[in-house]
């Protein structure tokens, strides 16, 4: 059947709505002139520029750590609460749990940022790494265990049954058949989680401190002082990093299932 | 191969077992006894708490009340993975990410890897899948996946092998062709087997002995002879097959439809229905004592009875079983 003018001008529409954007930033940070609106050929200084910036450097690399330890953190507990929303039954609690899990969804960043602050402050913490990390973790234990459940509760339950049966005690049934089954949904919890922290600038905000500024936060403060070419450079270089994870995900579920 | 000689010794004892879910008594006051080397088969309709009771023995459930003893052991406290138990799921549950081999090598973690080797080769063997192993189970057939099922709960050399409605997913004829494997496998292994099924064909013509569950209860157990012919009570004789209840006296009994006679002497009737199946045509017979089922086996050159012919409804002395409820 062919596609219909409507339904191919929607689509292009609505692609060129979601990607516009994104394809002009890409352009410009090949862009020789030091005007971001002005186009005066193609060039690579921007990105020498950015190897060149201490400062910017820095950020990717506590953005990178933090976005790996949270996402990590956050995917092995989310899994675990996963796991008991799903497999526990109903035990006393269980709504209670499951709502306290989600309300983080909807809670607005700046109310989660603003409490994690005030906690770090009450427990006399001193802001700065670790701070952000278990906030990114808080932030995107929820996605992660929404990403798992969703699996989990359509995974065959006799499964592990089948596995305890044989001999195998529920830790080692768990390890040996549900996880490498639900390892698609675990990996894709992961690059959600990694890609929420990598993308935050409000949780961080509130609860970074000196010597951990993430690169949102670096771009922020610096498109503030006015844009410039390097931040398209930095962005092209996340956008191909998110890209590359998504499609490597999708991959891996692929083979998985071949 | 060693034939177990009777009386057979018990191999399982459930002991006034009871399980509830909720308000609901899935499983209550159970009293039963799998003789060691039978083909036990649990029959009854579905919610009667067969699957409960198996799953119990599986260690899947724990018993609120009562006793389950495994070879005079009490195994109430044993978790599904210390118990020299297996069982063959209704689904299969084949692991989809591990191949045939790997399959029905899970159960043998305990043994050196070329004994492990060697038994999955046996057991590809004895389910007649030699060189199978390396495939995936999504890339066999049903009744494929049944039998690796099959080889992967038999590897551990359990005591007992429970069967949970083992041919629920076959086509009819691979059903009936399985069955009799299944039987002829148990016979030749001398392993306890105990089948949950909800099919009375099934369970009749496997067990060595079956136990009819209704509403959480033990309803009967005997051998599959005598549980149609002798059922104990009136759910049980109307749950296998077909049977005409009749008032006796005080109480009730049952006929069983093909060993009505229609014949001259007898309960006078007129025929009100009947139905050709073949190998036998089914009457219904109007009498004063309410629609009577019979049963006649068609034989050549006979002519079949036709709707409203008088006749007259007769049954062998022993035919008729009183029942207790």
């Known amino acids: ?258 | 191969m060693n034939i177990p000689v009777t009386p057979r010794r018990d191999i399982v004892r459930f002991e006034g077992v009871s399980k509830r879910f909720g308000d609901h008594y899935a499983v209550e006051q159970v009293d039963l006894a799998v003789r060691e080397g039978e083909f036990f088969a649990l029959l009854g309709p579905s919610g009667c708490g067969k699957t409960t009771l198996m799953r119990l023995l599986a260690g899947f459930e724990t018993p609120d009340a009562g006793r389950i003893l495994l070879d005079g052991q009490d195994i109430a406290g044993l978790p599904p993975h210390r118990r020299p138990v297996t069982m063959m799921f209704q689904s299969y549950a084949l692991f989809p990410h591990l191949t045939v081999a790997k399959n029905i090598a899970y159960g043998l973690r305990a043994l050196p890897r070329q004994e492990a080797a060697a038994r999955v080769d046996e057991m590809l063997a004895l389910v007649k899948l030699d060189g199978m192993g390396d495939r995936k189970p999504h890339q066999l057939s049903g009744g494929q996946q049944q039998r690796v099922a099959l080889a992967r709960a038999l590897a551990p050399r359990p005591r007992i092998l429970l069967l949970d409605e083992p041919l629920a997913a076959l086509d009819r004829k691979l059903r009936e062709e399985t069955q009799a494997e299944l039987v002829a496998l148990q016979r030749r292994l001398g392993l306890t087997f105990v089948v949950v099924t909800h099919d009375q064909d099934e369970a009749l013509a496997m067990a060595d002995r079956l136990a009819v569950m209704q509403a959480g209860r033990i309803a009967q157990v005997a051998t599959p002879r005598e549980v149609y012919e002798r059922p104990a009570t009136r759910a049980v004789a109307e749950f296998l097959g077909e049977v005409n209840v009749l008032p006796d006296g005080d109480g009730w009994i049952a006929v069983r439809p093909e060993t009505v006679v229609l014949g001259a002497a007898g309960l006078p009737g007129r025929i009100g229905e009947t139905a050709y199946f073949g190998d036998r045509t089914r009457y219904v017979v109007e009498t004063a004592q309410g629609r009577i089922r019979a049963s006649r086996a068609n034989v050549a050159g006979e002519t079949p009875l036709a709707v409203g012919a008088e006749v007259a409804v007769s049954w062998p002395p022993g035919a008729a079983t009183p029942l207790a409820e």
């Open chain 1, 1 to 258: 059947m062919r596609p219909s003018v409507f339904s191919l001008s929607a689509v292009s529409l609505g692609l060129a709505f979601l990607y516009g954007p994104i394809v002009l930033l890409i352009l410009y940070s090949f862009n020789d002139s030091r005007l971001v609106t002005v186009w005066s050929g193609f060039s690579l200084r921007w990105y020498r520029a950015l190897l060149q910036d201490r400062q910017m450097l820095d950020a990717v690399w506590t953005t990178a750590r933090v976005g790996v330890l949270s996402a990590t953190l956050s995917t092995i507990l989310g899994t675990l609460a996963a796991v008991a929303l799903v497999r526990a039954g109903r035990f006393r609690g269980r709504t209670g749990l499951a709502g306290m899990i989600y309300a983080t969804l909807v809670m607005p960043e700046v109310i989660l940022g603003l409490s994690l602050l005030l906690l770090f402050v009450a427990v006399d913490v001193a802001r700065g790494f670790w701070t952000v990390t278990l906030a990114h973790t808080t932030l995107t234990l929820a996605y992660a265990t929404v990403v798992v459940q969703a699996r989990l509760s359509g995974f065959d339950r006799s499964l592990e049954e089948a596995a305890q049966d044989l001999g195998a005690p529920p830790w080692r049934a768990f390890l040996t058949v549900t996880l490498p089954n639900i390892a698609p949904a675990v990996a894709a919890a992961w690059i959600l989680a990694f890609t929420l922290s990598l993308d935050d600038l409000v949780i961080a905000s509130f609860t970074s401190g000196p010597g951990a500024t993430t690169l949102p936060m670096r771009l922020y403060s610096q498109v503030r002082l006015g844009v410039n070419p390097e931040i398209n450079a930095i962005s092209t270089l996340l956008i191909g990093l998110v890209t590359t994870g998504v499609i490597a995900a999708w991959l891996v579920q692929r083979r998985r299932r071949a």
